[in-house]
């Protein structure tokens, strides 16, 4: 039976069979390109924190601690490349070609927008928040709310012939032929 070996031996079978030890995890993971560093993370390992029992086999210990340092680096990796994702250039939302009269007639066009909605009876109000900002259907509305599908239908219709006509840019929009959505 071999005898042990005390873990400052470790360092000294490290230093000794480094080369051997590269090699190994190379070929164990197919040249990832993370041999040496592998290797020098368990060098760095075993001067911070001596392995409390001794190796019988001190190559052996040190290839199978080189394998566990190697797959911890390969998911490390993986989790990184995981996290970051391949974003495309994000649209400048603020076009550095529009001046101060557009954003002005755009706020105001708004500002007048949520008037029209904000005086519309309170049931044509609900209907038309729900169905066109939470995106539900006339069916889950009128479950919603405890009225028939056809009750959420009329309401919603109210809504929006009242903001056709009291909104301007859907009077525009409907003057020219062009139904506002």
């Not at 056809?150 to 809504?159: I, Q, R, Y």
Request: glycine share 4%; net charge positive; with cysteine.
């Amino acid at each position: 039976m071999p005898h042990a070996v005390p873990s400052t031996d470790l360092v000294t079978a490290l230093a000794r069979h480094y080369d051997e030890l590269v090699e190994h995890v190379r070929r164990q993971f197919r040249g990832r390109g993370f041999e040496r560093e592998v290797v020098h993370d368990v060098c760095v390992e075993l001067l911070e924190r001596p392995a409390a029992l001794e190796a019988r086999t001190p190559l052996a210990f040190l290839r199978h601690i080189s394998t566990h340092r190697a797959i911890d680096r390969q998911r490390a990796e993986a989790a990184r490349a995981a996290l970051i994702e391949s974003v495309p250039d994000t649209p400048d939302l603020h076009a550095h070609h529009e001046d101060g009269a557009s954003a002005l007639a755009f706020r105001q066009h708004l500002e007048a927008l949520v008037a029209v909605i904000e005086s519309l009876p309170p049931r044509a109000r609900q209907c038309f928040l729900l169905h066109r900002v939470h995106s539900m259907t006339h069916q889950a509305i009128a479950a919603e709310i405890g009225v028939t599908r056809s009750m959420v239908t009329h309401h919603f219709n109210h809504a929006m012939r009242r903001i056709a006509r009291d909104w301007a840019p859907a009077r525009e929009a409907m003057a020219a032929g062009r139904p506002g959505r």
